[in-house]
């Protein structure tokens, strides 16, 4: 005998579950709150468990996140209409790239309407090879399928009207990731004061910005031996595209920076930090890595870059430097050093101040409320 199922349930796809427990928290409480069922489908890690705490279903798939192979993302998208046909979901939001291809292209095959929510292009738009060309055209057939298309930055939308690949009036422009300020909110340093710490946290890829970010370090730790620069975030098993264990433990051996591991609760290091670096110069969509310590009334120096702009006016949140370029993001980091702790507060609270007004969640959890309302689900 076959039950009835009472509330609808909106499934939320992602390339790793850390995305959806640290970022779409907020969005999946909000969801609950208006009476959905939430179905997190993304590849099985730590933090799947996690959202089977917060009264998620869930369903793990196998998903190459960076793989270029066809057949490879073929397969994906044929794993993903099964698993839509089996658990008839209502509705899909996909995040992430290849969830917002393939898992549209499923979703269409399975006959439920979705959305994809574009939160950063990554390294296929980095350049115009081959791969931005089969990138484009797969994207351009996914989201004709999409209900609508939403984008966390302006720079990414802009770029997908001006290659034709999304209609204007599907897309909708989100005010960012969207934070919890009141989670994220200022709280005091409990390690000595005469320590300067300058705090990298992010998966620590090279497109990040990771080598610049050790290099600035090598050149001013002999200057400013007070200064310490540290690292928190995944490492790799590829050399080619981020830090390996053996390479953090070289840099660690060289007394030139401090690994502090990974961790599901990052306000404590953001707390104990004087300056939030991020170099990245990675197709960002608006990198929570600085939304967070923006929060927390951080001062910030990051790239003058997609996303990463977005959140730091240079000169008075923080600082904006040239991507890739080593030279300018030492002399930044050096100008932050001697910054008298009365500016670097204000800029701290510069920071907090602009976050709320642009970027905090609340107006984020508005444009959700009205997608339920536009997709019939209200």
């Known amino acids: 005998m076959s039950s009835t199922r009472t509330r609808k349930t909106i499934a939320l796809v992602s390339n790793t579950a850390w995305y959806l427990y640290n970022l779409r928290l907020g969005v999946i409480h909000f969801l609950q709150s208006k009476g959905f069922e939430i179905l997190a489908i993304a590849p099985n890690d730590d933090f799947m468990k996690l959202l089977e705490q917060e009264n998620c279903k869930t369903v793990a798939i196998e998903m190459d996140r960076r793989g270029t192979n066809p057949l490879s993302d073929v397969a994906l998208m044929f794993r993903l209409r099964k698993i839509y046909q089996v658990h008839k979901p209502d509705f899909i939001i996909h995040y992430t790239i290849k969830p917002n291809v393939y898992g549209s292209l499923a979703a269409k095959l399975a006959g439920i309407p979705s959305i994809a929510v574009v939160s950063g292009l990554g390294y296929a738009f980095s350049g ?14 996914a989201f004709a399928f999409a209900k609508e298309v939403w984008f966390v930055n302006k720079d990414d939308r802009e770029l997908l009207l001006q290659a034709n690949i999304v209609s204007k009036e599907k897309t909708v422009q989100l005010p960012g990731e969207g934070i919890n300020t009141e989670k994220f909110a200022p709280i005091p340093k409990t390690v000595s004061s005469e320590k300067f710490i300058f705090l990298m946290s992010a998966r620590l890829l090279w497109e990040k910005g990771v080598g610049v970010f050790v290099e600035a370090a090598r050149q001013l730790k002999p200057k400013y031996p007070q200064a310490e620069f540290q690292l928190l975030g995944f490492l790799t098993d590829d050399e080619t595209t981020g830090v390996t264990k053996a390479q953090v433990e070289k840099w660690e051996a060289e007394g030139i920076v401090k690994y502090l591991g990974i961790t599901s609760n990052v306000i404590p290091f953001l ?98 409320d009205a997608m339920l309302t536009r997709v019939g689900l209200a």
């Open 128 to 141: 115009r090879g081959w791969l931005y060309q089969i990138a484009t055209r797969l994207m351009k057939t």
């Open 271 to 368: 707390a104990n930090a004087d300056c939030i670096v991020l170099p990245s110069f990675y197709r960002e969509g608006v990198p929570r890595a600085l939304l967070e310590p923006a929060s927390m009334a951080k001062p910030i120096i990051t790239t003058d870059n997609v996303g990463c702009r977005d959140v730091v006016e240079d000169g008075v949140t923080g600082f904006l430097v040239k991507p890739n370029n080593n030279a300018d993001l030492t002399e930044k980091m050096e100008r932050m050093l001697n910054l008298s702790e009365a500016e670097r507060r204000e800029m701290g609270s510069k920071s907090r101040e602009k976050v709320i007004r642009e970027f905090d969640e609340r107006w984020v959890l508005k444009e959700y």
